[in-house]
């Protein structure tokens, strides 16, 4: 059984680039969250996905912002046009949702924008 | 307003002792859970322990037990005998089962834990 995986873990690009992050969650889990975290800070919910549907998405989240979840299984989260302020790990989560509330996350992935 | 606060945001402790940190918690929702999770420098979030709030009994795992005072709105955790690996960020967490909850993850600041040899 393996965890959650996010790729890529580290991500340097420049200040107005496009930016992708995949996210795999654990295979039975139906829910998936994205997560923001800055440094000294806990992590600020995002978005989240049932299956493939998109029920919430925070006020964080900005026009620029955009996630899938095509089928139900992994999840793509895009920062277009960045911005410095965008420098961040950025985490996923899954949980089985089906009475069960613990999630479990991927290692994250490091954004810096430069 | 729904929210998590840990006001130690540093602690220290001596390997083999044990140590509380402090975590108090903000809702309106009668049902709620609560979570510790460990973050290492590495980055990762580790889940350690869940508390429901109608559950009648403190929630234990290995040596971590979450000491769960409803009337506070206080959710501590205890880590006993302290090991070296223990040296971490510490996040206290809540999610709101209330009418259309989304099962969200409310975190805290976080405290800093540094075991001493």
């Known amino acids: 059984d393996t965890g959650v995986s996010q790729d890529p873990r580290h991500k340097i690009t420049k200040r107005g680039q496009n930016v992708t992050f995949r996210c795999d969650p654990i295979s039975e889990h139906n829910r998936l969250y994205w997560y923001r975290q800055t440094l000294g800070q806990g992590p600020e919910f995002l978005t989240y996905f049932q299956n493939e549907a998109q029920l919430e998405k925070s006020r964080l989240l900005s026009d620029r912002f955009s996630a899938e979840r095509p089928k139900g299984s992994f999840s793509t989260l895009e920062i277009q046009r960045t911005e410095q302020g965008d420098s961040a790990m950025y985490l996923c989560?899954?949980?089985?949702?089906?009475?069960?509330?613990?999630?479990?996350f991927g290692p994250g992935t490091r954004l810096t924008v430069t | 307003a729904q929210k998590i606060t840990q006001t130690q945001p540093g602690m220290f402790v001596q390997e083999k002792e044990a140590v509380t940190l402090d975590c108090t918690y903000d809702?309106?929702?009668?049902?709620?859970?609560l979570f510790w999770y460990k973050q290492p420098s590495s980055g990762e979030m580790i889940f350690l322990i869940y508390q429901g709030s109608y559950d009648q009994q403190n929630a234990t795992e290995g040596r971590y037990s979450l000491n769960f005072q409803k009337a506070r709105k206080s959710a501590n955790l205890v880590i006993s005998a302290s090991q070296l690996g223990d040296s971490a960020m510490y996040f206290c967490?809540?999610?709101?089962?209330?009418?259309?909850?989304?099962?969200?993850?409310?975190f805290g600041s976080g405290t800093r834990l540094l075991v001493r040899p």
């Open positions: 967490a809540m999610i709101p089962f209330g009418r259309d909850s989304s099962y969200k993850l409310i």
């Open positions: 809702t309106s929702d009668p049902s709620y859970g």
């Open positions: 989560a899954s949980s089985r949702g089906t009475g069960e509330y613990e999630q479990y």
